[in-house]
């Protein structure tokens, strides 16, 4: 017997058709002569430093990093926005385009919903639709830095922070909330991060606060599922411009240390004051054992939200440094979760995303090759020189034929965004999903 699902888990709408594996095959076929002989060379290459590029390629495909569900749409800033055309409507034409991400590179079959922007209505029907995409359900996001249509009271002046008990408990509420629709989709995290701090000294008391925020986070603790993990996530300013109650690496370690085993610290590679040595902060965290997770992304300035590896891919293969180097000695026992967190303003957000797997991909790929044995030998005997060349090495290697490789693997594409311009999907869902509504900026 068989059950009809309660919403069509292949909805009219849904071009399926558009990226099938022969898509992908045609694609692959155009440049497979390219990738062959680029593949030899640096096969070649590894070979040579001692490496074996069989088992890099193994490694390489076992990476995995979560879309976020306000990543489909075009994002946009406190000015204005420019929407796209063909952006998904609902959250099922959002998970409908994830699955094409994790198509094309098969690096991205999770989704990280946001609560309440992404709550979907029947979460059995989205848990089954993600299903027959292959595609599941990452860390939950809560939202108590905005007020909500219906909401009693206002987080104008804070939320778990708040001085008024029953802004605090309304918050905890959400959280609770938050998690339960998670559980509904079989998510294992929740994400909290807070706009809550003060916009002028004497605003707020800054011990207070702090205190009023931790005790909040205890209880949304105490709440989860003893399976679940609570990942807290620093940034320095905005919208408190004054002081920030979780504004930095030490403010999170504090704070997941207080409130139990499974809280631990996101470093979202966009809130750190200019200048800030990010792969320290993780090889701090990992130190701790509280290095939960990240958020891709890069910046210019601020929080920027731009394309990871866009503005300091150096930085970015760094922090990936850190995390092959604990990982090959044990200080990290398995992976952390990865996340992408950007605000695809001008780009079309379905190729932003396919640019951002394989810049992660291939800075995944960087760290694995760094002659682990030469780096710490050279470190040891203080060659500096040699230490930083022994870096620059792994870093200046052309490592794209091996991302691809990893991507053909898993049945993905030589070149992600060929495969995706050539499918028309943009195109053909544009016609589909005509009338879109309007959407606000949406961003963390
Ligand atoms: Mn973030």
Redesign the pocket.
Known sequence: MCAAPRRPVFPPYFPDAMITPDTIDASNRACDEAWRSDYAHLDEQLRRRGLDPDAVVEQAAAFEVAVPSWALGTGGTRFGRFPGRGEPRDVFEKMQDVSVVQRLTGAASRISLHIPWDEPDDPQALREQAAALGVAFDAVNSNTFQDQAGQVSSYKFGSFQHTDLAVRKQAVAHNLHAIDVGAALGSKALTI?LGDGANYPGQTHLRKAWERVRDCLAEVYEAMPLDWNLFI?HKPFEPAFYATVVADWGSSLMLARETGERASCLV?LG?HLPNVNVEQVVARLITAGRLGGF?FNDAKYGDDDLTAGSIKPYQLFLVFNELADALADGALPANPSYMI?QSHNVKDPIEALLQTVDRLQKSWVRALIVRRDALAHYQETNDVLMAEETLREAYETDVSALAAAARKRLGGAIDPVAAFRTSRYREQVAEARAGAAYVPPQS?
Do not use: A
């Open positions: 991060w996530e979202d809130h958020h967190d963390l």
